[in-house]
């Protein structure tokens, strides 16, 4: 049976365009990353890189955005598109992020993240 969690994020917190930023889900395994692409859209996927299934930001809590635009995984390097998620440089290239359903509210915007309750909870 699977679980949802809804978290909020307040306006003032989002990503500016061409920025990336994370936030807990479940603390301290989960997190998601918010990102804006360069035509200004959000984005969020789940903070777990494709190549190993660890954090891309490496745990520190902020991402690698390259001169590309590019979301970058701190152990490897692999580079991921804010618009789908797609890997296109690295080693786990042609793999994508796992996205998460995003709703914008007045002030805020909402993530739902729906998985095991176990997975969620170790
Ligand atoms: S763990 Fe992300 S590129 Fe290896």
Known sequence: MKKALHIQIQ?????K????RVFPISPPRLSCVLV?????SLHAYLNECQHLPIPLDGG???????????LVCRTHGAAYRPKDGLCVR????GKA????????????????FEDT??????
């Open 60 to 70: 520190v809590g902020s991402l690698l955005v390259d001169e590309d635009g590019l």
């Open 17 to 20: 365009e061409g920025e990336a």
């Open 90 to 93: 690295g080693p786990c290239i």
């Open 11 to 15: 306006a003032k917190d989002l990503p």
């Open 36 to 40: 804006r692409d360069e035509e200004g």
């Open 117 to 122: 309750p176990q997975r969620m909870s170790s």
């Open 97 to 112: 992020l796992r996205p998460l359903s995003l709703h914008e509210g007045e002030g805020s915007i909402s993530i739902v």
